[in-house]
């Protein structure tokens, strides 16, 4: 965790983004076993000067019914389609407080440390705003056992330094 707060205290943001996600949705998007929303906040670093052209991220996203939560870094990719709509995707790791074996209230998601990837699509209006849909997933990529992931979707607000 200090690592984490060293990482974002000293780098160079480029823009930080903040959000309400539903919780372990379904496709009805009703709860499947945890409740609640997650508070979600993630710092985009400097666009990398490699081949790859991501952005390093940093994020937390917190429950706020005291199910899962987690920590996360990983790239995200930004495409922009034309002057104000826009494509990310991300790919990296989680770390969260989830059970491993199953319990009353948490999900076991037999690992907690997890692949983390994400896709949103939104709008960014006066080149310094952005407002996206997103959708969140974590799971062993069956690593490990039991895997049913962890999915949640919701709204974020993007603000580029």
């Known amino acids: 965790m200090l690592f984490l707060i060293f990482l974002v205290a000293n780098a160079n943001a480029q ?3 903040i959000g309400i996600m539903q919780h372990d949705f379904d496709t ?3 709860h499947r076993h945890e409740k609640g929303q ?6 985009m670093l400097d666009k990398t000067q490699n081949f790859l052209r991501a952005f390093p991220h940093i994020g937390a996203s917190i429950n706020n019914k005291g199910y899962t ?4 870094t990983g790239l995200t990719w930004q495409f922009d389609l034309g002057e104000n709509f826009l494509i990310e995707a991300s790919l990296g790791a989680s770390i969260n407080n989830a059970e491993r074996k199953k319990t009353a209230k948490k999900r076991a998601l ?3 440390i997890l692949f983390r990837e994400s896709l949103s699509a939104g709008f960014r209006f006066a080149k310094i705003h952005s407002l ?4 969140d997933h974590m799971s062993s990529a069956d690593i490990s ?3 049913p992931g962890l999915t949640d979707i919701g709204l974020r607000y993007g603000y580029r330094f």
């Open 15 to 17: 823009e930080i983004k």
């Open 28 to 30: 009805k998007f009703k």
């Open 38 to 43: 997650n508070i979600i906040v993630e710092y």
């Open 69 to 72: 939560s987690n920590i996360y």
């Open 110 to 112: 037999g690992s907690n």
């Open 132 to 135: 996206t849909i997103m959708i």
């Open 145 to 147: 056992k039991p895997n």
